[in-house]
């Protein structure tokens, strides 16, 4: 939920001006936002029906996001993380990584690949078959948001992330404990919730007479500041 209402506040001016893309990208956040959890065994991208949803907003994404989670988690974690895993063991001297969970689909270089490695097979699925369209752009960056966002909301429980793994064991880790902490993340997400609501009525009704790069600026900015704010409430610190 974190994650979806974060995309529609980025997402939100392009609501306006071309309401497919808007989708398109809200919908590759949703299946970025599950898929660094490739590497767990019970995780919700392998499950049709996510756990937990509640609400209009959560029978919406059950409906129309949640059927094609396994699709995208199946394919993920034997085609492309697995894979992964592998081939960097095998080319790299210095570094190893493991496909055990918060390792390597839970760092940049692993996001990088996930987003890198889908959009090929996309691009080459969508193209032999002639479906091939420019939306495709806008939810690979969706894709890659929702990766970031799932990194973040990691980053604020007591394990932590360690962004750049392999390479440094340095993790951004807060005081959330998983599973635990619900009153912090059910108000956090209220608060996106309502934020996302007024800056889609902005793309909508351009109260202050904003273009869309300049609502966009905006929205990015105000996302930006209110992670770094809940960051900073979590007591999210760099740490090994």
């Known amino acids: 939920m974190l994650s979806f209402f974060s995309g529609l506040i980025i997402a939100g001016p392009l609501f306006r001006v ?23 065994e019970d995780a919700a991208i392998f499950h049709s029906n996510v756990r937990g949803l509640k609400g209009d907003t959560g029978r919406i994404l059950n409906d129309f996001v949640a059927p094609l989670l396994p699709v995208f988690g199946y394919f993920t974690k034997y085609v492309i993380h697995r894979p992964s895993v592998l081939l960097f063991n095998f080319f790299s001297r210095n570094h190893s990584v493991s496909d ?48 970031v966002l799932h990194l973040i909301q990691d980053s604020c429980t007591r394990s932590g992330i360690a962004w750049n793994s392999p390479f440094s064991d340095w993790k951004i880790r807060g005081d959330i404990y998983t599973g635990k902490d619900f009153r912090k993340i059910r108000l956090f997400t209220l608060f996106l919730g309502g934020l996302s609501a007024v800056m889609l009525f902005a793309s ?37």
Do not use: K, N
């Open 100 to 147: 055990t969970h918060r390792e390597f689909s839970h760092s940049i270089i692993g996001i990088v690949s996930f987003t890198f490695f889908t959009g090929l097979y996309a691009f080459l699925i969508l193209y032999f078959t002639g479906l091939l369209h420019i939306a495709l752009v806008f939810f690979l960056a969706g894709y890659f948001v929702g990766c």
């Open 18 to 40: 071309e309401p497919v893309f808007f989708l398109v990208f809200v919908f590759g956040v949703c299946i970025g936002s599950l898929v660094p959890d490739v590497d767990a």
């Open 204 to 240: 909508l009704t351009h109260p202050l007479d904003l273009s869309v790069i300049q609502i966009s600026f905006l929205s990015f900015t105000l996302l930006g500041l209110s992670w770094s704010l809940f960051m900073f409430f979590v007591d999210a610190e760099l740490a090994r």
